[in-house]
């Protein structure tokens, strides 16, 4: 081809087949060209997420006409696009922001529908900053909208019970339910995992040493918790609803303990529970874009301010992506794991 009409190019790093994390390479591809709706964001740093390591192992595939390279959710700046359209934070050309999107964050440049995009926080880095979207996101939509945390009838006095709480999601909803005044509970692998979320606000429990469902209801007097945000899923599931509250919420995000179990129909029906589930990630721009405006509005003031913020455990050049995708996979880590280029 011609130099002159030769398509500029950019680092990525590609999953050359399904597998272990050594099949994560570096690679030269095309820079992406946003279409209507959407924004070119040059790359400064990306988030690693559980998502990204079951893509690469083949077993969750980008929705059509998204990107076969990992990566959902970055920070950098804008530097194209249609921002003609729908733009409710009035960004431009030249912005620093944050984005959640469905696939290509691994690269040096990543195309993301501008309502899913966020201005970032008012003294963020960027690594910073790319911690947030996808863990931002999938909290508010699970524990506040889907899980309807302080929407029943205990209101303020509502609790949230996390399964894996040093996960990045778990130091999130640890955090934002703290900050809006509940109670939360977690559990943890480890002492350590354990100490971690307890000076972010939590009581934890160390699921390798105690019962979950006997430390819940003795710190709750027997009530139990409102509301869970399960990662777990497979034999918690029917422990989960004997510590549920009644009219309690149980919404499971993951199924790393396996997606089958056995549940007693009988004590949802009795005690009015809701069991319930979702996943973000094939959700239309509309439904991403509200989450967004109520992230602006309600959590954005509790970052700038730094009341809430996001726990970083590991920086990795994005070189090293292999290297981000073994840590990820020992689970050794408290809050989020980072590339940058």
Same mark, same amino acid.
Request: proline content about 6%; charged content about 20%; hydrophobic content about 40%.
């Given at each position: 081809m011609d130099q002159t009409t030769a398509m500029p190019t950019m680092q990525a790093v590609e999953i050359t087949r399904p597998g272990e994390p050594d099949v994560?390479?570096?690679?030269?591809?095309?820079?992406?060209?946003?279409? %209507?709706?959407?924004?070119?964001?040059?790359?400064?740093?990306?988030?690693?997420?559980?998502?990204? !390591?079951?893509?690469?192992?083949?077993?969750?595939?980008?929705?059509?006409?998204?990107?076969?390279?990992?990566?959902?959710?970055?920070?950098?700046?804008?530097?194209?696009?249609?921002?003609?359209?729908?733009?409710?934070?009035?960004?431009?050309r030249g912005d620093m922001i944050c984005a959640l999107i469905g696939g290509g964050g691994y690269a040096e440049y990543a195309i993301a529908p501008l309502l899913q995009c966020l201005p970032t926080p008012q003294g963020y880095s960027m690594v910073e900053a790319a911690a947030l979207p996808e863990?931002?996101?999938?909290?508010?939509?699970?524990?506040?909208?889907?899980?309807?945390?302080?929407?029943?009838?205990?209101?303020?006095?509502?609790?949230?019970?996390?399964?894996?709480?040093?996960?990045?999601?778990? !130091?999130?909803?640890?955090?934002?339910?703290?900050?809006?005044?509940?109670?939360?509970?977690?559990?943890?692998?480890?002492?350590?995992?354990?100490?971690?979320?307890?000076q972010l606000g939590a009581i934890a429990i160390n699921y390798r040493e105690q019962d979950f469902v006997e430390e819940v209801k003795r710190h709750s007097d027997g009530h139990g918790v409102d509301v869970i945000l399960d990662m777990v899923a497979g034999d918690y599931l029917p422990r989960e609803i004997e510590v549920l509250a009644d009219d309690g919420r149980l919404v499971v995000i993951a199924t790393l303990g396996g997606g089958k179990a056995t549940i007693d129909a009988g004590a949802i029906m009795r005690r009015r529970l809701t069991v319930t589930g979702s996943t973000l990630r094939v959700r239309p721009i509309a439904?991403?874009?509200?989450?967004?405006?109520?992230?602006?509005? %309600?959590?954005?003031?509790?970052?700038?301010?730094?009341?809430?913020?996001?726990?970083?455990?590991?920086?990795?050049?994005?070189?090293?992506?292999?290297?981000?995708?073994?840590?990820?996979?020992?689970?050794?880590?408290?809050?989020?794991?980072?590339?940058?280029?």
């Open positions: 994560l390479k570096l690679t030269s591809r095309n820079i992406p060209k946003p279409e %209507k709706g959407e924004v070119l964001i040059k790359v400064a740093a990306a988030g690693v997420n559980r998502p990204d !390591v079951f893509q690469r192992k083949g077993n969750y595939a980008p929705p059509p006409g998204i990107s076969d390279i990992p990566g959902m959710e970055v920070a950098g700046e804008l530097v194209d696009g249609d921002l003609d359209g729908e733009n409710p934070f009035g960004l431009k863990n931002f996101f999938t909290v508010w939509s699970n524990v506040f909208d889907r899980g309807q945390l302080g929407q029943g009838k205990r209101g303020t006095h509502e609790s949230l019970l996390v399964q894996g709480g040093s996960s990045g999601i778990g !130091v999130t909803a640890i955090q934002l339910a703290h900050a809006f005044g509940y109670r939360v509970f977690v559990t943890a692998g480890s002492a350590e995992k354990c100490a971690a979320c307890e439904f991403k874009a509200a989450i967004a405006q109520a992230l602006y509005e %309600k959590v954005w003031p509790l970052l700038e301010s730094r009341r809430v913020q996001p726990i970083i455990h590991q920086v990795f050049p994005a070189a090293d992506a292999t290297k981000a995708h073994v840590l990820m996979e020992s689970s050794a880590h408290i809050g989020k794991i980072m590339l940058t280029w």
